[in-house]
Structure formats: structure tokens, C-alpha cells
């Protein structure tokens, strides 16, 4: 499976860890930025991240120090469902719940150990469909 990632600086050093970690287990990872703790906005790499996950149906992984202004940015995109995340449960759900397709992770508020389960759980739960599949399908504006 392919998978984009972005972060900002808040992000970065987690956004390496995982990275690390998905090429580890023989997922492809392209990576968009940012490329070192410098200061720098996230909505670029919100933006890149997003846009490869609506025109590739891929999964994406955005990382920023809330996962706030990440996850609105994203979301911005057609076709993009991101959910903000801070426990598995939680990734779960966003997952067999929502169909999201971009994990936002809030690097401030979690541990590397609890940011890769996050990531495992997220890849690896399909969704559900039934009776969230009508809801999934009423999230665009038409």
C-alpha cells in the first residue's frame, strides 16, 4: 500500500519515527514535508498530503503539534475524511465508522508507542459500511 505523509515542525521528528516504522513493515512511504524542525506552517503539507489522497484513493498520515490545523486543512479537500486522533479507540472508529482515509496525529499529546498503534489500527480496520456508508456518503457537499 502506498501512504503519503506530511508534518510540520511540531510533526517532524514523530513524522520520522513513523515513517521509519511503515517502511519497516514493506509499506511504501512518500513523504511531503517537512523535511526538518525549522519553523514552518503546515497547511502546505496538509494541502500536498490531501491532494494525493483524493487523486490516488490512497492513505495519508499528517502530523502537527494540535493535529488541529492539519486535520481542518485537509479536510478542505474533496474526498479526503481526516480524523483528528489521540488513542486507538479512537483510530478505530474514524476508520470503521467514517471511511477516513488521513490519520491527523497531534504530536504534542501522545507518545511515539501510542502514535504507531494509532497508525497499525488506522491501516489495518476496514470500514464498516451499512448503515455508515449512508452517513459516509452525506459528508461532501454536493
Known sequence: MQLYIGADHAGFQLKETIKSHLV???YTVIDKGTFSETSTD???YAHEVAIQVANQNAM??????????????ANKHAGVRAALCWQTDV???????????IICIPARFVTNTEALSMVDVFLNTPFEGGRHANRVAKINIQ
Open 42 to 44: 503546515y497547511p502546505p
Open 60 to 73: 495519508g498520515i499528517l502530523i502537527c503539534g494540535s493535529a488541529n490545523g492539519v486535520c481542518i486543512t
Open 91 to 101: 483510530a478505530t472508529l474514524a476508520r470503521q465508522h467514517n471511511d477516513a482515509n
Open 24 to 26: 519497516n513493515k514493506g
